[in-house]
């Protein structure tokens, strides 16, 4: 008798195109959502950090991803010398370095005084 019934409901034809293909439209705009709030700003956050890495120059100050702050003193290859106090220095890889909290407001401010 219930397998009749399952049976029954599974079976009835529905009607129009949004019934035939809802579920394929409902996938297609969770996809979107999910490229315009979540992997669109995350590329753009990854292209910002590797144009910043790129451009490092000796004297910069930076912070590391472990949270420690320096001064650039030489910069190679795949790693940077980093002088985190007078003549005591580390060897941090470049994909480790973020731009110092300090100089990210500095650059806030130039901004935001720039649009008065």
Do not use: C, H
Request: hydrophobic letters at 40%; charged letters at 20%.
């Amino acid at each position: 008798m219930i397998t009749n019934l399952i049976t029954l409901q599974s079976a009835t034809p529905q009607d129009g195109f949004l019934a035939q293909y809802g579920n394929i439209f409902m996938i297609v705009i969770l996809i979107g959502i999910f490229y315009f709030f979540m992997i669109r700003p995350q590329q753009k956050k990854q292209k910002e950090t590797r144009l910043f890495r790129e451009g490092l120059q000796q004297g910069d100050k930076v912070i590391t991803a472990g949270g420690i702050y320096g001064k650039i003193r030489q910069i190679k290859e795949t790693s940077v010398l980093l002088e985190i106090a007078p003549n005591v220095t580390i060897t941090i890889d470049k994909g480790m370095i973020y731009p110092s909290a300090s100089d990210a407001q500095t650059d806030t401010a130039n901004t935001a005084a720039d649009k008065k």
